[in-house]
């Protein structure tokens, strides 16, 4: 290891121990795919823009105002320049940047930041560019005038004399000396621009003058280069100007520790009781809702999405609001129950229910809330912004298209770590979950993730994580990644499943609490939900009787099932509509001609044929007992329905054909994927293994020197002996477009001149030519040849 102070990233990268390197690689994983073939390499990729953004994004607002007053100060600073401009101790936040090569020290201790890195920070905190940068617009002659004004000396050349200005300038005890003489209101103008931004509009001023024939203020700080014109319209204040009359302060405030939280006391088995019964009742509304778009499924628009009348048909059925139906849609979609699929009555595609929502159904209510709950938390889909509208004025509606954000995840993971720290039995509030997630990641930061705070308090209350700013004991479960914890917690809070309901005389069923899935299945099948809260009133009428005879089942079905469940016996009333509907239906069959209508009551077709409100179906008379439409069968059973009638479909067999809604699925179909993808932590073998190669690399150019030596016999022998014992190597690579790569692999078989390995790159099992191995090493070879 070398001993001489580094001069560039590289050298300082090399000056590090085998600690350091694997240490940066895991801060920034990033950086290993592929792995770089030498140091240089390495410090060429840690300074590109992407990689030096992603590594931003991860600092906090203490660590980021540290890289605003490197970034404030010249090329080369020290840790005493940036305490002095930040007013705190900055050595802790110094030393993780270093680490994770934000910054490297020069050969003289000094610290250095990566030019891309002042680049992607920009402008730190309102403050303008340094004064030498400034005054390159302007030419010689004036120049040399304002070198006359503060006691500079002009060379003659542009460039040098700026330089011997801004040393001028930049001595404070000179600058205090200059601002004293300044005139009257020079100070107002000045006092503008100091917080930012550092620019303001040049009106009635001349660009050009000296001290002598200044005849205003901003004439007079023109002349003195206390604000240069950057064209005929604007002036910009010199940054070494600002951080003087800001006292020698990058930032107004400092923000060297995390916020507190707001919090107020909450009653734990208050919390965990409340959000288990929104776990119930968000699993029963999801159910409720797939069950309606299985039996009349919803199209999907061109543009992606559900349409608004679908959307309010859907929240009418379900008593919900826009928000709540678009974050149950969007989570069933995220979770593999919802997908669109092809309508069989024409060739639009709609949103139906996929095969995986019939096994979710089978499973305990707490089980299909966990699949709901780990869906939501790891969506990047936004249901908060349905109903907003874009920048270019569309509406963002429900599964549409363009809801994805990819910082979605983060801030839910973040929300719910935040409350899951708190005591149990203690809450939080929105506000100060914001400002706590605007200092942990401040460039993540602005309107957007203050709007997934608000969102994910709503959304983890609807979907029973939370109460009233407090995580339930199985939302604290989750939050720490154990969902088998979670959903076992859940389960033990919700109340046993009812299987009987109290039947009224008004054609309702009271269910007291919550049912039996199979039991509440059901009753929606033949009855209609009318109301929810403590207890949800099903409505039973004509048309869900009707529903559950299309479905197969007959009036003893139906008698049978309440009578069985029921606490009371079955009023009359409704044993009366049982009997009256199970009379009428069927009757009148409907088939196809476009459609036929077939029934041996010949009156009641004499009545079909002169009823006005039949007239759209085009009914002509084929036979005495039956006539035939000019409308398809669905129409014209919709038609007589309304009707009044009780028609049933018919077959080619002349039986009646039984609609089962639930049958209705689309193909299978896989989760919709999140929209970024996350890359996967490296393991300890993988960074010993690349920083190892890296070393190799450096020291010998790794790929020419495993071409010189290692013969291809000797590479088929390494290769061979590996796939035996299991041992993992590390090779050189190129590939069919001629990139070389280094990798580590873990060779699995060896034949037909590829080799079959497990590839730590990829993370997958893959074939490589043998002719396009480059070279083979052990993991455990120091010198990589």
Known sequence: MSTSRPRSLADDLRARDDAALVALLRARPDLLSPVPSDLASLAARATTRPSVSRALDQLDRFALQVVEVLCALPDRSTAEDVRRLLGADPDAVLDLLHLQALVYRDDEGGIVVPRTVVEVVGPPDGLGPALEQALHTYGPARLARIAGDVGATATGDPVTTAREIAAVLGDAAKLTDLLAAAPAGAAEALATMVWGPPTGHLERARREVDGASAASPVEWLLAHALLVATDTATVVLPREVALHLRGGRVHRSVEPTLPELDTSPADPSHVDRAAAGAAADAVRLVEELLELWAAEPPKVLRAGGIGVRERARAAQALDADEPRLALLAETAHAAGLLAPGDDSSDSAEVWLPTPAYDGWLDGPVATRWLVLARAWLASTRVPGLVGTRDQRDRTFTTLGPDLDRTVAPLVRAAVLADL???????????????????????????????????????????????????????????????????????????????????????????????????????????????????????????????????????????????????????????????????????????????????????????????????????????????????????????????????PAAEGPDGDVVVRRPESRRTTPRRPPARAVRTQPLPGDTLLDAAVRAIRGGDRSRLVGALRTSRPTADVLAMLTQAAGSGEALWIGYVDAEGRSTQRVVEPVAVEGGYVNAYDHLRGATRSFAIHRITGVSPLDEETGS
């Open 420 to 646: 899951a720290a708190l005591p149990e039995g203690v809450a939080s509030t929105t506000a100060s979950l914001s400002a706590r997630l605007r200092w942990q990641a401040p460039r993540r930061g602005g309107r957007l993730q203050d709007d997934l705070v608000t969102w994910t308090m709503t959304e983890a209350q609807t979907l029973g994580l939370a109460t009233g700013g407090a995580l339930a004991g199985h939302g604290r479960l989750l939050a720490a990644g154990d969902g088998d914890g979670a959903a076992a917690a859940l389960q033990q809070v919700l109340p046993e499943p009812l299987d009987h309901v109290l039947l009224q005389a008004d054609l309702t069923a009271v269910a007291p609490g919550p049912l039996d899935p199979a039991l509440a299945r059901s009753l929606r099948l033949v009855a209609e939900v009318e109301s929810t809260g403590g207890a949800t009133v099903y409505r039973f009428t004509e048309a869900t009787v009707r529903r559950a005879f299309d479905a197969g089942w007959t009036a003893g079905d139906v008698t049978g099932l309440l009578s069985r469940h029921s606490r009371t016996p079955v009023p009359q009333p409704l044993a009366y509509l049982v009997e009256d509907v199970a009379r009428r239906h069927g009757r009148v069959r409907v088939g196809s001609a476009a459609a036929f209508v077939r029934c041996d009551d010949e009156s009641t077709l004499e009545v079909l044929l002169t009823d006005k409100r039949a007239a759209t179906l085009r009914l002509r008379r084929l036979a005495p007992s039956v006539l035939a439409s000019a409308a398809p069968p669905d129409v014209t059973l919709d038609r007589l329905r309304a009707m009044g009638f009780a």
